[in-house]
């Protein structure tokens, strides 16, 4: 098992920046993949970036060069947030990846970020 807690969600205007975190506790070393999603009522869960043990990293074409993930060892993910825009108000969810870039099974509780125009 692996509990997963968000922080660092909040309010800016747009062009802002914000920067989240995630702790992981638990079975860190079962870790492989951890990731960045978001959600905005009424749509689904969608990836905003995602960092593998070996640090390779995805990002989503809507925050290619203004999002920046982290990991700075099992226990901790980070997203920089620059250049930030109205749409990408939603709450954002760290989740974890034993085995696959495409499976997240733990979930933390997710922290909201709400981008005034």
């Known amino acids: 098992q692996v509990q997963l807690a968000e922080s660092g969600g909040g309010f800016v205007q747009a062009g802002g920046s914000l920067s989240l975190s995630c702790a992981a506790s638990g079975n860190v070393f079962s870790i492989d993949y951890m990731a960045w999603f978001r959600q905005t009522p009424g749509r689904p869960r969608e990836l905003v970036a995602t960092?593998?043990?070996?640090?390779?990293i995805v990002y989503a074409d809507s925050v290619k060069g203004r999002f920046t993930i982290s990991r700075d060892n099992a226990n901790t993910l980070r997203l920089q947030m620059s250049s930030l825009r109205p749409e990408d108000t939603a709450v954002y969810y760290c989740?974890?990846?034993?085995?696959?870039?495409?499976?997240?099974?733990?979930w933390g509780e997710g922290t909201q970020v709400t981008v005034s125009p």
């Open positions: 960092i593998s043990h070996s640090d390779k």
């Open positions: 989740g974890v990846s034993t085995y696959s870039v495409l499976d997240y099974m733990y």
